[in-house]
Protein backbone atom coordinates (compact mmCIF):
# COMPACT_ATOMS: atom_id res chain seq x y z
CA UNK A 1 0.00 0.00 0.00
CA UNK A 2 2.14 3.05 -1.35
CA UNK A 3 1.46 6.40 -2.73
CA UNK A 4 4.61 7.23 -4.06
CA UNK A 5 4.57 6.23 -7.70
CA UNK A 6 7.00 4.74 -9.40
CA UNK A 7 7.76 1.36 -10.71
CA UNK A 8 6.11 -2.48 -8.62
CA UNK A 9 10.08 -3.62 -7.41
CA UNK A 10 8.90 -6.37 -5.82
CA UNK A 11 7.47 -7.99 -9.10
CA UNK A 12 11.55 -7.54 -10.19
CA UNK A 13 12.61 -10.33 -8.47
CA UNK A 14 15.87 -8.47 -7.30
CA UNK A 15 15.67 -10.44 -3.57
CA UNK A 16 15.36 -13.63 -4.77
CA UNK A 17 18.23 -13.06 -7.37
CA UNK A 18 20.34 -11.69 -4.80
CA UNK A 19 19.81 -14.09 -2.13
CA UNK A 20 20.29 -17.09 -4.54
CA UNK A 21 23.54 -15.44 -5.67
CA UNK A 22 25.14 -14.33 -2.14
CA UNK A 23 24.19 -18.32 -1.14
CA UNK A 24 26.06 -19.45 -3.50
CA UNK A 25 28.93 -17.95 -2.92
CA UNK A 26 28.65 -18.29 0.69
CA UNK A 27 28.61 -14.51 1.48
CA UNK A 28 25.04 -15.11 3.08
CA UNK A 29 24.28 -17.77 5.49
CA UNK A 30 20.38 -19.64 4.77
CA UNK A 31 18.54 -17.60 6.95
CA UNK A 32 20.90 -14.94 7.30
CA UNK A 33 19.07 -11.97 5.50
CA UNK A 34 21.94 -9.03 6.59
CA UNK A 35 23.78 -8.79 3.41
CA UNK A 36 21.12 -8.98 1.68
CA UNK A 37 19.97 -6.67 2.34
CA UNK A 38 23.19 -4.64 2.41
CA UNK A 39 23.41 -5.94 -1.36
CA UNK A 40 20.20 -4.53 -2.11
CA UNK A 41 20.96 -1.16 -0.44
CA UNK A 42 24.11 -0.52 -2.84
CA UNK A 43 22.22 -1.90 -5.96
CA UNK A 44 19.49 1.10 -5.28
CA UNK A 45 22.15 3.37 -4.11
CA UNK A 46 23.82 3.85 -7.66
CA UNK A 47 21.21 2.85 -9.89
CA UNK A 48 19.96 6.96 -10.29
CA UNK A 49 23.39 7.08 -11.65
CA UNK A 50 23.53 3.90 -14.01
CA UNK A 51 19.96 4.08 -15.31
CA UNK A 52 20.37 7.27 -17.09
CA UNK A 53 23.80 6.30 -18.59
CA UNK A 54 21.95 3.03 -19.63
CA UNK A 55 19.08 4.68 -21.26
CA UNK A 56 21.64 6.94 -22.65
CA UNK A 57 23.90 4.18 -23.91
CA UNK A 58 21.19 2.25 -25.55
CA UNK A 59 19.60 5.22 -27.16
CA UNK A 60 22.56 6.35 -28.72
CA UNK A 61 23.71 2.50 -30.00
CA UNK A 62 20.56 2.18 -31.80
CA UNK A 63 20.70 5.60 -33.32
CA UNK A 64 24.46 4.69 -34.68
CA UNK A 65 22.93 0.87 -35.63
CA UNK A 66 20.69 3.19 -37.57
CA UNK A 67 23.40 5.32 -38.66
CA UNK A 68 25.56 1.94 -40.35
CA UNK A 69 22.45 0.94 -41.94
CA UNK A 70 21.92 4.32 -44.03
CA UNK A 71 25.55 5.34 -44.97
CA UNK A 72 25.49 1.75 -46.13
CA UNK A 73 22.69 2.31 -48.28
CA UNK A 74 24.48 5.84 -49.45
CA UNK A 75 27.21 3.62 -50.48
CA UNK A 76 25.56 0.81 -52.17
CA UNK A 77 23.65 3.89 -54.02
CA UNK A 78 26.44 5.88 -54.75
CA UNK A 79 25.11 8.71 -52.60
CA UNK A 80 27.28 11.18 -51.62
CA UNK A 81 27.26 12.11 -47.87
CA UNK A 82 26.39 15.76 -47.06
CA UNK A 83 27.88 16.04 -43.83
CA UNK A 84 26.05 18.40 -41.54
CA UNK A 85 28.06 20.63 -38.72
CA UNK A 86 27.13 20.70 -35.26
CA UNK A 87 25.97 23.82 -35.34
CA UNK A 88 23.78 23.75 -37.99
CA UNK A 89 21.92 21.59 -36.00
CA UNK A 90 21.67 23.82 -32.94
CA UNK A 91 21.10 26.52 -34.59
CA UNK A 92 17.99 25.04 -37.04
CA UNK A 93 15.09 26.83 -36.96
CA UNK A 94 11.96 26.90 -35.31
CA UNK A 95 9.86 25.53 -37.76
CA UNK A 96 12.52 22.92 -39.23
CA UNK A 97 13.42 21.08 -35.44
CA UNK A 98 8.90 20.84 -34.70
CA UNK A 99 8.75 19.09 -38.36
CA UNK A 100 12.17 17.31 -38.13
CA UNK A 101 11.60 13.55 -38.78
CA UNK A 102 13.26 11.45 -35.52
CA UNK A 103 14.51 7.78 -34.75
CA UNK A 104 12.21 6.34 -32.11
CA UNK A 105 10.98 9.92 -31.69
CA UNK A 106 14.02 10.93 -29.91
CA UNK A 107 17.17 11.81 -31.95
CA UNK A 108 16.56 13.67 -35.21
CA UNK A 109 17.41 11.55 -38.17
CA UNK A 110 19.69 13.93 -40.61
CA UNK A 111 21.85 13.86 -37.19
CA UNK A 112 23.20 10.90 -39.22
CA UNK A 113 24.69 12.84 -41.99
CA UNK A 114 27.44 14.51 -39.34
CA UNK A 115 30.59 13.13 -38.62
CA UNK A 116 30.95 10.69 -35.47
CA UNK A 117 32.60 13.47 -32.97
CA UNK A 118 29.77 15.86 -33.32
CA UNK A 119 27.04 13.19 -33.73
CA UNK A 120 27.99 11.57 -30.78
CA UNK A 121 26.81 14.37 -28.21
CA UNK A 122 23.68 15.27 -30.25
CA UNK A 123 22.63 12.26 -30.32
CA UNK A 124 23.15 12.19 -26.48
CA UNK A 125 21.44 15.88 -26.14
CA UNK A 126 18.52 14.62 -28.16
CA UNK A 127 17.91 11.41 -25.97
CA UNK A 128 17.51 13.95 -22.78
CA UNK A 129 13.74 13.64 -22.55
CA UNK A 130 14.51 9.84 -22.34
CA UNK A 131 16.45 10.20 -19.28
CA UNK A 132 14.64 12.50 -17.86
CA UNK A 133 11.53 10.55 -18.12
CA UNK A 134 12.93 7.91 -16.81
CA UNK A 135 14.40 9.29 -13.66
CA UNK A 136 10.71 11.43 -13.04
CA UNK A 137 9.46 7.69 -13.23
CA UNK A 138 12.54 5.15 -11.27
CA UNK A 139 13.39 7.84 -7.97
CA UNK A 140 10.50 7.68 -6.19
CA UNK A 141 11.41 3.48 -6.76
CA UNK A 142 14.81 4.13 -5.53
CA UNK A 143 13.62 6.19 -2.45
CA UNK A 144 11.36 3.62 -1.50
CA UNK A 145 13.82 0.60 -1.47
CA UNK A 146 16.55 2.45 -0.05
CA UNK A 147 13.98 3.17 2.59
CA UNK A 148 14.30 -0.30 4.01
CA UNK A 149 17.24 0.19 5.43
CA UNK A 150 15.94 3.01 7.45
CA UNK A 151 12.81 1.07 8.59
CA UNK A 152 12.77 0.02 12.47
CA UNK A 153 10.41 -1.63 15.01
CA UNK A 154 11.04 -2.22 18.81
CA UNK A 155 9.40 -5.73 19.25
CA UNK A 156 8.85 -5.19 22.65
CA UNK A 157 8.66 -8.54 25.11
CA UNK A 158 11.55 -6.51 27.61
CA UNK A 159 13.75 -5.84 24.53
CA UNK A 160 13.82 -2.27 24.28
CA UNK A 161 16.34 -2.22 21.43
CA UNK A 162 15.16 -0.99 17.62
CA UNK A 163 15.46 -3.79 14.79
CA UNK A 164 15.64 -3.75 11.19
CA UNK A 165 11.77 -4.76 10.33
CA UNK A 166 13.24 -6.78 6.92
CA UNK A 167 16.06 -8.59 9.12
CA UNK A 168 14.99 -8.23 12.88
CA UNK A 169 18.27 -9.84 14.32
CA UNK A 170 20.11 -6.71 13.01
CA UNK A 171 20.40 -4.18 16.22
CA UNK A 172 19.34 -0.60 14.22
CA UNK A 173 21.87 2.33 14.67
CA UNK A 174 24.36 0.44 16.18
CA UNK A 175 27.61 -1.73 14.76
CA UNK A 176 27.25 -2.26 10.97
CA UNK A 177 23.77 -0.54 10.90
CA UNK A 178 25.08 2.51 11.90
CA UNK A 179 27.59 2.85 9.06
CA UNK A 180 24.91 1.92 6.49
CA UNK A 181 22.16 3.82 7.79
CA UNK A 182 24.43 6.94 7.24
CA UNK A 183 25.51 6.08 3.96
CA UNK A 184 21.34 5.67 3.38
CA UNK A 185 20.30 9.01 4.56
CA UNK A 186 22.88 10.70 2.22
CA UNK A 187 21.85 8.93 -0.48
CA UNK A 188 18.01 10.06 0.19
CA UNK A 189 19.33 13.37 0.54
CA UNK A 190 21.13 13.37 -2.64
CA UNK A 191 18.76 11.45 -4.97
CA UNK A 192 15.24 12.51 -2.83
CA UNK A 193 16.12 16.33 -2.65
CA UNK A 194 19.16 17.73 -4.10
CA UNK A 195 19.33 16.25 -7.50
CA UNK A 196 14.77 16.84 -8.18
CA UNK A 197 15.68 20.20 -6.38
CA UNK A 198 18.66 21.73 -8.98
CA UNK A 199 16.55 20.42 -12.04
CA UNK A 200 13.60 22.39 -10.61
CA UNK A 201 15.85 25.82 -10.18
CA UNK A 202 16.79 25.19 -13.26
CA UNK A 203 13.30 25.30 -14.93
CA UNK A 204 12.17 27.83 -12.82
CA UNK A 205 15.42 30.00 -13.78
CA UNK A 206 14.45 29.25 -17.60
CA UNK A 207 10.11 29.46 -17.48
CA UNK A 208 9.97 32.39 -19.19
CA UNK A 209 11.71 31.21 -22.64
CA UNK A 210 10.77 27.44 -22.51
CA UNK A 211 7.59 28.74 -24.21
CA UNK A 212 9.42 30.46 -27.22
CA UNK A 213 12.71 28.59 -27.27
CA UNK A 214 11.53 24.96 -28.74
CA UNK A 215 14.19 23.13 -27.93
CA UNK A 216 14.51 23.60 -24.68
CA UNK A 217 11.11 22.56 -23.97
CA UNK A 218 11.42 19.62 -26.44
CA UNK A 219 14.54 18.37 -23.91
CA UNK A 220 12.54 19.53 -20.74
CA UNK A 221 9.58 20.06 -20.99
CA UNK A 222 8.41 16.81 -19.32
CA UNK A 223 8.54 18.21 -16.14
CA UNK A 224 7.38 21.61 -16.78
CA UNK A 225 4.28 20.59 -19.30
CA UNK A 226 0.68 20.93 -18.58
CA UNK A 227 1.76 23.91 -15.87
CA UNK A 228 0.93 28.10 -16.54
CA UNK A 229 4.43 29.67 -16.24
CA UNK A 230 4.41 30.96 -12.56
CA UNK A 231 3.84 27.29 -11.58
CA UNK A 232 6.54 25.58 -13.51
CA UNK A 233 8.37 25.03 -10.31
CA UNK A 234 5.32 22.46 -9.33
CA UNK A 235 6.17 19.15 -10.04
CA UNK A 236 8.41 19.73 -7.18
CA UNK A 237 5.63 20.35 -4.81
CA UNK A 238 4.30 16.82 -6.24
CA UNK A 239 7.70 15.24 -6.03
CA UNK A 240 8.11 16.18 -1.85
CA UNK A 241 4.98 14.83 -1.85
CA UNK A 242 6.01 11.43 -2.70
CA UNK A 243 9.56 12.04 -0.74
CA UNK A 244 7.47 12.03 2.37
CA UNK A 245 4.86 9.56 1.77
CA UNK A 246 7.71 7.31 1.64
CA UNK A 247 9.49 8.90 4.76
CA UNK A 248 6.27 8.60 6.84
CA UNK A 249 5.93 4.62 5.51
CA UNK A 250 9.91 3.86 6.80
CA UNK A 251 9.32 6.01 10.18
CA UNK A 252 10.49 3.75 13.21
CA UNK A 253 7.64 2.52 16.09
CA UNK A 254 4.95 3.93 13.49
CA UNK A 255 1.45 1.68 13.55
CA UNK A 256 -0.62 2.01 10.82
CA UNK A 257 -3.51 3.85 12.36
CA UNK A 258 -0.59 6.55 12.78
CA UNK A 259 0.51 5.95 9.43
CA UNK A 260 -2.91 6.13 8.03
CA UNK A 261 -3.41 9.65 10.27
CA UNK A 262 0.15 11.50 8.56
CA UNK A 263 -1.26 9.95 5.36
CA UNK A 264 -4.41 12.26 5.85
CA UNK A 265 -2.45 15.06 6.80
CA UNK A 266 -0.38 14.74 3.44
CA UNK A 267 -3.81 14.90 1.24
CA UNK A 268 -5.53 17.88 3.11
CA UNK A 269 -2.53 19.86 2.51
CA UNK A 270 -2.09 18.68 -0.72
CA UNK A 271 -5.76 19.56 -1.89
CA UNK A 272 -6.06 22.63 -0.32
CA UNK A 273 -2.68 23.81 -2.20
CA UNK A 274 -3.95 22.04 -5.11
CA UNK A 275 -7.22 24.01 -4.71
CA UNK A 276 -5.72 27.56 -4.07
CA UNK A 277 -3.33 27.41 -6.70
CA UNK A 278 -4.80 25.15 -9.29
CA UNK A 279 -1.21 25.04 -11.23
CA UNK A 280 -2.24 23.33 -14.11
CA UNK A 281 -3.18 25.59 -17.49
CA UNK A 282 -6.92 26.09 -18.14
CA UNK A 283 -7.14 24.27 -21.35
CA UNK A 284 -10.26 22.44 -22.00
CA UNK A 285 -12.09 24.41 -19.07
CA UNK A 286 -9.50 23.57 -16.44
CA UNK A 287 -9.72 19.78 -16.84
CA UNK A 288 -6.11 18.68 -15.77
CA UNK A 289 -6.63 20.87 -12.82
CA UNK A 290 -10.02 18.69 -12.34
CA UNK A 291 -8.58 15.29 -13.07
CA UNK A 292 -5.54 16.26 -10.51
CA UNK A 293 -8.12 17.62 -8.05
CA UNK A 294 -10.41 13.70 -8.13
CA UNK A 295 -6.93 12.18 -7.75
CA UNK A 296 -6.22 13.61 -4.52
CA UNK A 297 -9.51 13.09 -3.51
CA UNK A 298 -9.66 9.61 -3.72
CA UNK A 299 -6.20 9.65 -2.21
CA UNK A 300 -8.25 10.86 0.75
CA UNK A 301 -10.52 8.75 0.30
CA UNK A 302 -8.56 5.47 0.23
CA UNK A 303 -6.54 6.37 3.37
CA UNK A 304 -9.45 7.51 5.29
CA UNK A 305 -11.55 4.50 4.45
CA UNK A 306 -8.41 2.20 5.64
CA UNK A 307 -8.24 4.63 8.82
CA UNK A 308 -11.88 3.65 9.88
CA UNK A 309 -11.29 0.10 9.17
CA UNK A 310 -8.45 -0.03 11.43
CA UNK A 311 -10.34 1.79 14.29
CA UNK A 312 -12.90 -0.34 14.25
CA UNK A 313 -10.67 -3.58 14.29
CA UNK A 314 -7.19 -3.11 15.45
CA UNK A 315 -6.53 -6.27 15.17
CA UNK A 316 -6.40 -5.83 11.42
CA UNK A 317 -3.70 -3.79 11.76
CA UNK A 318 -1.43 -6.37 10.39
CA UNK A 319 -3.52 -7.47 7.87
CA UNK A 320 -3.18 -4.77 5.53
CA UNK A 321 -0.61 -4.98 2.80
Not at 101 to 114: D, E, I, N, S
Not at 277 to 284: A, G, V, Y
Amino acid sequence: FRFDGGVAAHLMGLECWFSELLRSSGAAALNDQWPIIKAMTLFWMFMPLVWPLFLMLVSVLIFELYTCWKRLGWMVRNDPVKQLKAATLRTAARDIFVREPRLLGLVRLRVARAKFLERIPTAVVDSLPLVIVGQFIFLPTVLRQMAVMLSCDSLGHGDARWRLHVSPEVVCWRADHLSWAIGTIAAVVVWGFLIPGLMVAFVWRRRANIASDVQLRARIGFISDGYEQRWAFWEAVIYVRKVLIILISAWPDLNRTGEMALYQVIGVVALLLHYMCKPFDNRIGELLDTVELYGLCLFLLEVTVIQFVLLSDPRRDSDLI
